[in-house]
T-cell receptor
């Protein structure tokens, strides 16, 4: 069965510091992987996705993620955090037409 | 293009009352999802439609929840009767069917509070 595990329900970083949000997946077939962001009282917005090809994927707002098959990971990073990055982030795996989400990581940005 | 539209945005009802949510997906998207998001959790799939057919409703509590997608476009999700534990955000999403690039696009959700 497919599943997604996000390590850390809350992550705090200082403004300007590196952001690292962790995601591990399990899938019996090659997965398609996504990161979504959710701002308060909003729906989910796609940040980036991995389908095939290059394992380092760049997304919106300066975020990127690297697919590591050997580690079954798809961690999200951003070199320099901005106050506007404070939100909830969800990692998701798609197998066929089924999309499964992790429990989310709330990112706090410290001034 | 217009995004996924949901209504209402907020709903407060007393327990045992019925409630319905409406979703208009992105034009041309065959696949429609209803997710429930509890506070502090990720979205959990309730039901998935391919056109007008419900192809995955294994997580839908069928004793009180029902959904329909007439004509394969708009969809409604109904709860009758609502319970306190149904308080959550109900998200609708749509995507094109199949293929690696078919991410889901989400509406803003309906926040349901059952009192």
């Amino acid at each position: 069965a497919q599943s997604v595990t996000q390590l850390g329900s809350h992550v705090s970083v200082s403004e300007g510091a590196l952001v690292l949000l962790r995601c591990n997946y399990s899938s019996s077939v090659p997965p398609y992987l996504f990161w979504y962001v959710q701002y308060p009282n909003q729906g989910l917005q796609l940040l980036l996705k991995y389908t095939t090809g290059a394992t380092l994927v760049k997304g919106i707002n300066g975020f990127e993620a690297e697919f590591k098959k050997s580690e079954t990971s798809f961690h999200l990073t951003k070199p320099s955090a901005h106050m506007s990055d404070a939100a909830e982030y969800f990692c998701a795996v798609r197998v066929g037409d089924k999309i499964i989400f992790g429990k989310g990581t709330r990112l706090h940005i410290l001034p | 293009e217009a995004g996924v539209v949901q209504s209402p945005r907020y709903k407060i009802i007393e327990k045992k009352q019925p409630v319905a949510f409406w979703c208009n997906p992105i034009s041309g998207h065959n696949t429609l999802y209803w997710y429930r998001q509890n506070l502090g959790q990720g979205p959990e799939l309730l039901i998935r439609y391919e056109n007008e057919e419900a192809v995955d409703d294994s997580q839908l509590p069928k004793d009180r929840f029902s959904a329909e997608r007439l004509k394969g476009v708009d969809s409604t999700l109904k709860i009758q009767p609502a319970e306190l534990g149904d308080s959550a955000v109900y998200l609708c999403a749509s995507s094109r069917r199949g293929g690696a690039n078919t991410e889901a696009f989400f509406g803003q959700g309906t926040r349901l509070t059952v009192v």
